[in-house]
């Protein structure tokens, strides 16, 4: 992430110089969803998701997921231009987990509305206007500076305001990561109830999102440690008694067909052996 500008600028400079910048305009973009979140769940708690400021929320929600994804993408790009980098194929391209929220954010933008799907993106930005806000724009805002006579190399005060949202990110991130892993699990349930019921563009959207789901799993600790939760949980619930022998025959099935297409989703077995690299988000 780029510094903030000198503190030495008078204050409009400084923020002129920092709206200016291209992540100005990815910190806008999650500012844009977490709004429009906001504005929608009022739709959404009065059972009104059909209207039209609903729909206007819902989707404006999208195109500013597509983006800041888009950004950081692009971003990722010129760097890997300006250094001569090796171009890394489609199945690099796609590893990148940037490159998988905008193919999603993209799909829900033209799919029908699930709600849900707005969660992760908005948890997401929490944490990326967090950081910026307390890396670029209360320095831009309100710049420490060391006190006068100071000694040489004497650092300025830290912003109690920076200090804190710095706390909170510490504090709540792998926990905030893990509620994005389980809303994720929960929103492919919720798209298989769809396609059983044959709702539009249901099944196109479920295979989409089984293989965006299929590689968070292979890239993110979080995810995995959401679904060994919610095996462990389901297997202590179907191996209770009085749990009906078809239950839990039903359950052994659906345990065997989800590791039979875990390995035969295996990406490492037809890259030589180089598996994705995993990520802790």
Known sequence: MAPPPSANLPLIDRIQALVK????????????????????????????????????TY???FISA??????????????RQKVGAKHIGLLGLLSDENVQYLIMALVWLLAPQFSLAMLPY???????????????????????????????????????????????????????????????????????????????????????????????FAQSSHVQDSFRLLESRLDNFVGAQGTPPAARSA???????????????????YTNGSAVPKKAT
């Open 122 to 216: 908005g948890i997401y930005s929490i944490f990326h206007v967090a950081t910026y806000t307390r890396n670029n724009v209360i320095p831009t805002v309100q710049p420490s500076k060391v006190p006068a006579g100071a000694s040489p190399g004497t650092k300025p005060p830290a912003n109690p305001i920076a200090e804190a949202i710095g706390n909170f990110v510490k504090k709540y991130y792998d926990f905030s990561m893990s509620i994005v892993s389980v809303l994720e699990i929960t929103l492919w349930g919720r798209l298989f109830l769809s396609a059983i019921f044959f709702q539009r563009w249901s099944w196109t959207v479920l295979a989409i999102y089984t293989v965006f789901l299929r590689t968070r």
């Open 59 to 61: 989707r404006t929600a």
């Open 251 to 269: 359950w052994e099935v659906v345990k065997n067909s989800a590791r039979q297409f875990h390995d035969a989703t295996d990406i490492s077995k």
């Open 66 to 79: 597509a983006l800041t994804y888009g950004i950081v993408v692009y971003k990722t790009w010129r760097a």
């Open 21 to 56: 910048t291209l992540q100005f305009a990815w910190f806008s973009g999650h500012l844009v969803l977490l709004l429009c979140i906001f504005r929608y769940s009022f739709s959404f708690v009065s059972f009104s998701f059909s209207s039209r400021m609903a729909r206007f």
